[in-house]
């Protein structure tokens, strides 16, 4: 991987025509031992909300050891780029084979069910008496953008019976669940571990394990979320009541929160035509997240021949990307410099999380360009001033945003 001390050296040297992605391991270094410091638990990195290599080693090489793999291909991946990393697989249903494959290849002693057939699946497959079986119980919350318990999960009535199950195969019973994706209170956690201490208390046993999920936010543009420390917090208290098995801990799968801030995203400005500007990347490309529910812009600032553009007057631009498609628009306008033009390019910060691992082909356009930027002085975009988008939406959508904003 091409490394260089500054996205202005990089500009210096090579004016991409393709979109690159940087990588600034310092900055992964400072967020997830942040995060290490401050979660009451085990911490593993939800490796499917950013599989790129060089973010996954720097997140290990940040004190992670632990990984929750969705898929073969995560373990595999993690288990290439990461000595002595331990791998959970932590999702109920899989291909048939991996698990068996997981655990005969890979070591994998981790994995998860939520419906007895799953259960009586994974024990054709795998070595139960050397493996840890979490339970995997549905917990809604409405302050999560992304609601991770209707798919999967069993209902907090049938995991007593699903515990009893697992330890009738000869596993470990444990017990996991996810109160979401971008949750956006940290009462989440007091009320999934609230039901959790219910659920638990009833169990004629004490089980080692309990696995909180990911959901941790993070801030974007115009979507402030509260702090981590205040999850932590709201994790903490709800722990105090928590019965659990001597020498007992939790477990939590943060993926946005660990990968989302390390990461930008290089574009060149294609063409410009008034206040639109068309980019060489878009919604079919890292900036797919954008087409759903939850935060519309990164953070963003320019370059003009390889050096900052600094303007006194800005103002709003609309983004296109590079497909044929009318929808490839980034949602909302973005403030830029007025005289931006065709050749500038744009640098999106915070985008490591769900961007790299959603491109797609479509229309020929995808770019694999990663490099690393080395110099700890230097940060990605991290803020800037923006149009409130909903002034670009229909007056439905704009009174739905303040109905969710008032949730
Ligand atoms: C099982 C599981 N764990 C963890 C995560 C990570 O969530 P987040 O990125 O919100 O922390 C997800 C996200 O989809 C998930 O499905």
Not at 263 to 292: C, P, Q, T
């Amino acid at each position: 991987m091409d490394s260089f001390s500054s996205v202005q050296d990089l500009l210096a040297v090579w004016q991409p025509e393709m979109p690159v992605y940087c990588v600034y391991p310092h900055v992964y270094q400072n967020s997830t031992q942040n995060f290490i410091n401050g979660f009451p638990g085990r911490v593993l990195y939800a490796v499917k909300s950013n599989d790129e290599p060089a973010v996954v080693r720097a997140i290990h090489r940040s004190g992670v050891t632990d990984f929750d793999c969705a898929s073969l291909s995560e373990i595999a991946l993690v288990s290439n780029n990461c000595p002595g990393a331990t791998c959970y697989f932590m999702v109920p249903v899989r291909p048939r084979g991996d698990a068996r494959m997981a655990q005969q290849q890979y070591g994998v002693r981790h994995f998860v069910v939520d419906h007895p057939k799953g259960l009586e699946l994974l024990a054709s497959e795998i070595d139960m008496t050397r493996s840890v079986v979490f339970a995997r119980m549905a917990v809604h919350h409405g302050s999560a953008i992304y609601d991770l318990s209707s798919k999967f999960g069993a209902t907090p009535e049938e995991i007593p019976g699903l515990i009893e199950a697992i330890v009738a195969y000869g596993a470990e019973p444990a017990l996991a669940f996810n109160v979401g994706s971008s949750v956006r209170s940290p009462d989440a956690y007091r009320y999934a571990l609230s039901l959790a201490a219910r659920v638990l208390s009833e169990l004629p046993i004490r089980l080692r394990l309990v696995d909180i999920g990911g959901g941790y936010p993070q801030s974007y543009p115009g979507y402030e979320m509260p702090s981590l420390d205040a999850y932590f917090c709201a994790i903490r208290q709800g722990l105090s009541d928590l019965p659990l098995a001597d020498g007992g801990e939790i477990l939590g799968e943060p993926g946005r929160a660990l990968s989302a801030p390390g990461l930008s995203a290089l574009v060149e400005v294609l063409l410009r035509k008034d206040d639109r500007l068309y980019i060489n990347d878009g919604l079919y490309g890292v900036f797919w997240e954008l087409r759903f529910e939850g935060h519309k812009r990164y953070p963003v600032r320019t370059y003009r021949r390889g050096e900052l553009l600094h303007s006194h007057e800005e103002r709003a631009f609309h983004l296109f990307g590079p497909t044929c498609d009318s929808t490839d628009r980034l949602p909302g306008a973005v403030d830029l410099p007025a005289d931006i033009d065709t050749g500038d390019y744009l640098e999106f910060g915070h985008i490591g999380a769900y961007s790299l691992g959603g491109r797609t082909h479509f229309n020929g356009h995808f770019s694999d360009k990663i490099v690393s930027i080395d110099n700890c002085n230097e940060l990605p975009p991290t803020e800037r001033n923006l149009v409130p988008f909903q002034s670009l939406f229909s007056e439905q959508a704009a009174d739905r945003l303040v109905e969710l904003v008032a949730a």
